[in-house]
């Protein structure tokens, strides 16, 4: 098939690179010059396991291109993908603008029959915005073209993008029209072989569907996050009762490791569109306002558990290992690293960082601070620290010598936020260990 997707984002251009693995003729098409000219180059402008070798392969097979010319990219595709960003706006709602505005293009170009899909998270009712639109702009042509829009949502974590595109759970199409069900059964076939995993709903249930299911796992993260809190103050383990409820198959273990928040480009703006959603249709959504709330203060426990073991923060100088919201990616939106180190250079302290993928990413947003100190490696954010914080689990951070780590912080302080490491361990090599829903074990005396 001769698919457009529009966007060069995370959503679109793994969907893109995905579905020309699998013999789809993709056009990516983006009005980012820089962008296009870096994928032209063979280089890839995010950091997503598994998605530069994979992009490669289909440029070098002819199966993928990509452009900045809007006609040619309608013109090449039959069914145009729309993976365009949806960030929140001042009160929260989703912001629908870029999705508008490549409806209206669509509907600028279009010369014969277009299935638009909505890939990008937005919020219910926009694929009937997005209707209005197209016709408006054919309209204004003078001109009268077929076309359909549906909803399909993507459910891809960052770090695990390409493995959710191609072997997701489900595939979730939101159309009563039996051509379009036609049609993407067709576009996913390759996806869908094993067991069939497309699942029809209404356009409008498809939109929900997405923000429920972000909602809910950002719910049982604060849950969690709640649960931790409470058992700091009755001197319990949160590991043991993560493990108590976890092996309830009603629950599970995904999505209730305690820690220091969620972040990233999905949960925080989903929970709020979909909170001020409810608002605008006069119902108080108060688990979602908890959810957030719950969120926002968790961010703030690391500043919190420094404050309360180390006193006056000024002049202090803190390692920070993790900046990325979580491993296998280099995506600091919303990230808890961020929170705390901007706090901590409020209160006069200093930052020796340091993360795998992400240095680029915090030099961007920050740029030179005499504050700052980007480490080459995680041994070298340590050195002359007096504290350590653990902001994102990475693999690389797991295994350490605590006795060589004693000796490198000179308040020997560990802040985990990750509840990475047992608390026993680092006592014994003469440290101190906060972790979340922990604090009160295993303290160094």
Known sequence: MNITVFGTGYVGLVAGACLAEVGHQVTCMDINPERIQQLERGENPIFEPGLSAILQQNRAAGRLRFTTHTAEAVASGDILFIAVGTPPDEDGTADLRYVLNVARSIGEHMQGYKLIVDKSTVPVGTAEKVTATVTEALRLRGVEHPFDVCSNPEFMKEGAAIEDFTRGARIIVGTENEQVKSLMRECYAPYNRNHDKLMFMSVRAAELTKYAANAML?????????????????????????????????????????????????????????????RQLGYEPALLGAVEAVNTRQKQTLFTKLSEQLGDLHGKTIAVWGLAFKPDTDDMREAPSRTLMEALWQAGARVQAFDPEAMSECRRLYGERDDLMLAGDRIQAVKGADALVICTEWKMFRSVDFNWLAGQLTDKLVVDGRNLYRPEALSNAGLRYVGVGRSNLAMAQ
Request: hydrophobic letters at 35%; aromatic letters at 10%.
């Open 218 to 278: 950002a719910t049982k993260i604060s849950f969690m996050n709640e649960i931790a809190c409470l058992a700091e103050r009755l001197e319990v383990d949160i590991e043991d009762v993560r493990r108590g409820i976890g092996s309830d198959p009603r629950i599970g273990y995904h999505f209730i490791y305690p820690g220091c928040g969620y972040g990233g480009s999905c949960f925080p703006k989903d929970v709020k569109a979909l909170e001020q959603t409810a």
